[in-house]
């Protein structure tokens, strides 16, 4: 029973590229999540999608930052222009159905560390 | 900006000994809690939850405690082992969103 799986692991980018991160959820899981997170901190909340909808992007800068979850494929997170602030571990999170419940819980995956050199 | 903080930065504790990990949060409209471990280079991992009309879970030498009347929260690990050490982060999540608010984070080192 394979986890939420993200690639990549690692990903080094220079100032002005892009960065693209994919995430497949956990299988059955159809609510995709994500967070991202800074060295010594928690997780911050950046966007919540499902299949072909984003439904909570309140976390999500509000320029060079897009995700989508299309019907087939992954949920990609993609991050234009990249500035060294970008630099972060980025999180795929997924649950099965909306509204979060013991049984019905978001499960995170190994995350995609970002380096913006 | 975040509602859920933690008391604690850095807990140590002895190799057998109980920890206890605190947590506080701020909005009372939350009605889920989750408890995650997170290694070093390695996402959160799931290790126990509690709805807000409880008090008490347990689980496998685990034991969250929820006292809704200070908004405090705890995660209590029996027997400490070195394998435990790692950061602990309580999230929130706010009744009706599928959104998990955490804290900062406690980093529990276990000493033989």
């Known amino acids: 029973n394979a986890g939420v799986m993200q690639n990549p692991r690692h990903l080094v980018r220079r100032r002005g590229q892009e960065a693209r991160l994919r995430c497949s959820p956990m299988?059955?899981?159809?609510?995709v999540y994500w967070y991202r997170q800074l060295p010594e901190e928690g997780l911050k909340f950046m966007v919540y999608?499902?299949?072909?909808?984003?439904?909570?992007e309140s976390g999500m800068p509000k320029e060079r930052f897009s995700a989508e979850f299309p019907k087939e494929g992954p949920s990609i997170l993609r991050i234009q222009q990249v500035v060294r602030g970008d630099s972060a571990a980025y999180f795929c999170?997924?649950?099965?159905?909306?509204?979060?419940?013991?049984?019905?819980?978001?499960?995170f995956g190994e995350g995609s560390w970002l380096t913006v050199v | 900006g975040e509602s859920v903080g933690l008391h604690l930065p850095t807990l140590s504790v002895q190799e057998g000994d109980n920890s206890i990990i605190n947590c506080a949060y701020s909005?009372?409209?939350?009605?889920?809690f989750i408890w995650y471990k997170q290694e070093s280079g390695k996402g959160p991992q799931f290790i126990i939850d509690?709805?807000?009309?409880?008090d008490k879970r347990q689980g496998q030498r685990v034991t969250v405690l929820l006292n809704k009347t200070v908004k405090h929260l705890s995660l209590q690990i029996a027997a400490t082992q070195p394998g435990d050490s790692a950061v602990y982060f309580c999230?929130?999540?706010?009744?009706?969103?599928?959104?998990?608010?955490f804290g900062a984070g406690t980093r529990l080192a276990v000493h033989p």
């Open positions: 999230a929130e999540n706010l009744g009706g969103y599928n959104k998990l608010i």
């Open positions: 999170a997924s649950s099965p159905t909306r509204g979060l419940d013991s049984g019905n819980t978001i499960y």
């Open positions: 999608l499902q299949k072909e909808n984003i439904i909570d």
């Open positions: 299988k059955g899981h159809s609510h």
């Open positions: 509690i709805r807000s009309n409880m």
């Open positions: 909005n009372s409209a939350s009605d889920y």
